[in-house]
């Protein structure tokens, strides 16, 4: 089966050594094609570097919220560059959970890099993480963005929110873990026509394979819960997510 990991960190050094190569491999032999993410200047580089060298993969590129104190300016850079395989902005947006970067900077990060997805029309890998009530007026200062909640955990009236603005839904492996009875409601009730499926691997590895690094290739877990929860057969899972992601980061040849 032919499964789209729209978020993972495949690329980068930081997480991936000595075996990055390995698992590339298992995930292109699961069926898996990898949409690579950068967080910041380095990592977005690498995510092209790595894309451009590998088969069945894609860059993401932005400055991650924990990052925006560092600035963006690279990414315009990287998007002047005009580079075939980057696919989309991210993953950008808002992050009160943690205080890495001050919320002005965040505020200012966030609105520049949807300029530059305006600019160059590319969709965006958004990070949103209770900081919904200031996001909504930002994104709805730019009606023509289309683009994903990636590793969505919000209220359902959060993604009811999301969907009546044209987004997609990024789920994930904790879809399969969370004790959250309204997080599970959530996940049931999310429309199979309005999600992605992804890995955000390294972290956020779905049973039943808790305790190990995440890969691509456990992607196909998470369709499999959704197939469980939403009573449809796997396949139906895979075509539908497949079609979305190819629907909002375009048809790209391998």
Not at 230 to 244: G, P, Q, W
């Amino acid at each position: 089966m032919r499964l789209i990991d729209t978020h993972c960190h495949i690329h980068d050094t930081e997480f991936y050594h000595e075996n990055r190569e390995v698992v590339y491999a298992q995930s292109r032999d699961a069926g898996v094609t990898m949409y690579c993410v950068g967080t910041d200047e380095r990592s977005s580089r690498e995510a092209v570097a790595f894309a451009e060298t590998h088969e069945g993969c894609f860059a993401i590129v932005g400055v991650h919220p924990h990052e925006s104190h560092r600035g963006w300016a690279e990414i315009g850079k990287i998007l002047t560059e005009r580079h075939e395989k980057v696919i989309g902005i991210g993953e950008i947006g808002l992050d009160y959970f943690y205080a890495h970067s001050p919320r002005g900077a965040q505020l200012e990060a966030l609105r520049a890099q949807l300029e530059l997805a305006r600019q160059y029309d590319l969709p965006v890998s958004f990070h949103v993480r209770e900081a919904f009530d200031d996001f909504w007026p930002i994104l709805d200062d730019f009606p023509e963005v289309r683009g994903v909640l990636h590793s969505f955990t919000d209220s359902s009236e959060n993604m009811q929110r999301g969907l009546a603005r044209g987004l997609y839904i990024g789920v994930n492996g904790i879809s399969t873990f969370t004790k959250d009875e309204a997080q599970q409601r959530m996940y049931r009730e999310l429309p199979l026509g309005s999600m992605v499926l992804e890995t955000d691997a390294p972290f956020l590895t779905p049973k039943p394979f808790r305790g190990k690094t995440n890969i691509p290739a456990y992607v196909g877990r998470v369709a499999e819960h959704q197939a469980e929860i939403k009573h449809v057969s796997v396949d139906t899972v895979v075509r539908t997510t497949t079609a979305n992601a190819r629907m909002l980061f375009g048809d790209h040849h391998e």
